[in-house]
């Protein structure tokens, strides 16, 4: 519900590793053509070095709390907080790691 809200409003965004992410689950035909609507009408949030950095530092502040997240997660979480873009998500790695932004 709040995905599809924000792609109605036109505040959705992703990056390359979520798009690979869609991908690789995407099976039927169906999935694929809303992939390829997605792909026309997504921005694409670099992920560059200074993402690469936040995702180590995010890492680095996860274990020192005693989480271990997923590189993954790390990335995607490090270029939303660069890009100031909000994650919507009911994945339990996100939002404990929320705690680690601070």
């Not at 999935?31 to 680095?60: C, F, G, H, Q, T």
């Amino acid at each position: 519900m709040r995905v599809e809200q924000a792609l109605n409003e036109g505040e959705a965004c992703w990056c390359s590793l979520i798009r690979l992410e869609l991908w690789n689950g995407a099976g039927g035909t169906r999935e694929v053509a809303v992939l390829k609507d997605l792909e026309r009408a997504l921005p694409e949030l670099a992920i560059n070095d200074d993402v690469w950095l936040r995702s180590y530092e995010l890492a680095r502040k996860a274990r020192a709390r005693g989480m271990t997240v997923p590189a993954t997660d790390l990335l995607i979480a490090a270029c939303a907080q660069h890009h100031q873009a909000e994650i919507e998500t009911a994945d339990a790695d996100f939002i404990a790691m929320k705690l680690t932004w601070t």
